[in-house]
């Protein structure tokens, strides 16, 4: 190389370094906030995002502090918890952290990387979400019923499980999780799946299979057949067309041994497998709609059966018509004898009768009759597929002699329940029940505040926000006279917070402690004469309400936001899940459904499932909360 072009080389290489300097103090500048009260400029680390996390964050985010940064962050630990590394990145957005008083803040270019990174890895998050939920103990039972036929004693399949439900899990797998089957990895990591659960499982299932004996039907089937009876089996307890690996596991245990001994074999894997145990649901748009209508099938059998889709249902997935064809199914199977489970555990869900079981002060029998009623009321309307504003208004109810006798009724004889019609309109719908009444008194003590407020959050959707810290009243102390009237008066803050209540309460208060009817109650001072019942409510907007009869025709008069209570209430027990803000548009599209003539149970039950928030099932719509 000649001595001038060398020359020339290096003025160009020093151009070119006098210009990258220029470059990057230029960058340094664009990203560093205008207004900085960061004292000591940050030092580049040249650290990479988790090392990051550790050296700035995890310092104070290990116990220090409510929010709990992973102190070895990595991509699993972000998709584990969305919600929250969506914060970091707002306050790392925001500057806030680390905290200005800390010494050592963050380098512009780090901060930026740090944002990078969560952004990123919570994206490729997003592509592998799903949710979950394993089969709760009745639904198992009834899983192993539809399927095989056989009726598991409660005490035989999974005791224990006092869940009434799996309760519904969000769960994020890292995308470059193997693909074969991810669902193993729920079986170990799930913190609510202990290893006793497992166990229960297993037994379970060995239970199944002492019960599974070889019909002399299937002793005359070749291999091939029996198959194909097997195929069929696990088909429908996975709830999907099976993968050809799964298939070939099934041959395997058949040619393994004994067609009795392979089939039991192949059916305790059938039963133990997380694809049986476990209902799935991915996002769509990553599966495709296929694997949605298995899902949404699976979804609907759960709730009207508490239990797995039949072939009719998984037939309709298959040829890709379970949309269209809703409405068919949800008539036809409240219609099936397998719906019977859905009217008492709907109520439990709606009413909570089972908080009677801890009212020592009314007699076992008599609580027992009370549930009854109620049971069997909410069964009628939804069996018989009534109009549900007969939930306000029915002219008849359901007793036994106990019953009976409770409410002053004569000619009703014996155990059995039976239905009773209504002479007159003291007693007209569910306010009239025994089990409600008695459940919103403080014992011997009838409580219209706490009345006021079960009608509100169970009949008429509204949220009553709990009692202010220090005010909450235990379950069995009555409130006395004294702060009752404290409540009434107008300078008090119970005209503020509880005048709806009281008002709504009071329209009841001819009803005594354990529902009976009375026309004068006994004042707090035991040697005063009984005084007259004063049973004049008013509504939340300040009319007039006159006694129970007057209390029905309001409730006659809000029957949108009952209709929408109750699509709420169905919603999230089909959902398993609590309300959700996002709900609103779709209560209020349902409500407006109803709004023309007599609303069946079925159409109700129809108008959820086309829903929104049941279309879109467990899995939550992503970068949304
Ligand atoms: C000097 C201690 C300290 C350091 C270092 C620190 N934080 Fe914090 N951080 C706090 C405190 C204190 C809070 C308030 C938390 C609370 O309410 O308990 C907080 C709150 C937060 C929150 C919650 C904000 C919200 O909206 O609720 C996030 C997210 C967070 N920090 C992320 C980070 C990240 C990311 C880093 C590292 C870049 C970091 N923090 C470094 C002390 C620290």
């Known amino acids: 190389m000649c001595s001038r072009s060398r020359r020339a080389w290096l003025a160009y290489a020093l151009l070119f370094v006098v210009l990258a300097t220029l470059s990057i103090s230029v960058l340094l500048h664009a990203a560093r906030p205008p207004v900085s009260a960061r004292a000591p400029a940050a030092p580049l680390s040249h650290l990479d995002a988790p090392a990051l996390l550790r050296a700035y964050c995890a310092g104070c985010h290990r116990s220090r502090t409510r929010v709990e940064l992973a102190a070895d962050p990595t991509t699993a630990s972000v998709h584990q918890d969305p919600a929250l590394w969506r914060k970091v990145i707002r306050a790392l957005r925001a500057e806030q952290m680390p905290p200005l008083d800390e010494p050592r803040s963050l380098h512009p270019l780090d901060r930026a990387r740090l944002i990078a990174w969560v952004e990123n890895t919570l994206q490729s998050g997003a592509s592998a979400r799903l949710a979950a939920r394993h089969l709760a103990a009745l639904e198992y039972r009834n899983a192993v019923r539809d399927l095989l036929g056989i009726e598991l004693s409660p005490a035989n399949a999974l005791e224990g499980d006092g869940r009434q439900t799996g309760g519904v899990r969000q769960v994020a797998l890292p995308a470059d999780f193997p693909a074969d089957d991810p669902l193993w990895a729920l079986y170990v990591d799930e913190p609510s799946m202990p290893a006793a659960m497992i166990l229960a499982y297993q037994t379970a299932a060995a239970t199944v299979l002492n019960q599974v004996v070889e019909s002399p039907d299937f002793e005359r089937l070749g291999h091939a057949e029996r198959c194909r009876v097997l195929e069929n089996l696990a088909r429908r307890a996975f709830r999907r067309p099976l993968q050809d690996e799964e298939i070939a596991r099934l041959a395997r245990h058949m040619a393994d041994a004994t067609p009795l001994q392979g089939f039991r074999a192949a059916l305790y894997d059938v039963l133990t497998s997380p694809h049986f145990l476990y209902m799935v649901e991915r996002r769509p748009d990553v599966t495709g709609a296929a694997t949605a209508q298995f899902e949404l099938a699976s979804r609907l059998a759960s709730f009207l ?274 309300p959700r803000e996002s709900d609103l548009d779709a209560l209020d599209q349902i409500v407006e459904q109803l709004a023309h003539g007599p609303c069946r149970f079925t159409k109700l039950v129809q108008q959820v499932v086309a829903s929104a928030p049941f279309q879109r099932g467990f899995v939550e719509r992503w970068g949304q909360k």
């Open 305 to 578: 059966w508490s239990s797995v889709p039949d072939e009719e249902l998984l037939a309709d997935a298959a040829r890709g018509i379970l949309p269209v064809r809703l409405n068919h199914h949800v008539a036809r199977m409240l219609a099936d004898r397998r719906a019977a489970i859905l009217a008492p555990r709907f109520t439990n869900h709606w009413l909570h009768l089972q908080n009677l079981d801890g009212m020592d002060h009314v007699p076992a029998i008599l609580r027992r009759a009370m549930r009854a009623e109620t049971e069997h009321f909410v069964a009628f309307i939804l069996q018989e597929d009534r109009d549900i504003l007969e939930f306000l208004n029915a002219d008849y109810t359901f007793l036994d002699e106990t019953m009976a006798r409770h409410y002053g009724i004569h000619d009703v004889r014996g155990d059995q329940v039976r239905r009773v019609p209504l002479l007159d309109d003291q007693r007209r719908g569910l306010l009239g029940h025994a089990s409600l009444l008695t459940l919103t008194s403080y014992g011997f003590v009838t409580s219209p505040i706490r009345r006021g407020r079960w009608i509100l959050e169970n009949l008429l959707g509204e949220r009553v926000p709990p009692p202010p810290v220090g005010m909450t009243n235990s379950n069995k102390a009555p409130v006395p006279a004294a702060s009752i009237r404290r409540l009434q008066d107008p300078y008090s803050c119970g005209r503020c917070c509880h005048a709806p209540l009281l008002g709504l309460g009071t329209a009841l208060e001819h009803y005594g402690s354990t529902g009976l009817w009375r026309a004068q109650a006994q004042t707090a001072q035991p040697e005063q004469e009984p005084a007259p019942i004063d049973a004049i409510g008013a509504s939340p907007a300040g009319e007039p309400i006159a006694g129970s009869t007057g209390l029905g025709a309001y409730l006659l008069g809000q029957k949108d936001k009952f209709l929408r209570c109750l699509s709420s209430k169905l919603l999230t027990y089909g959902l398993d899940r609590k």
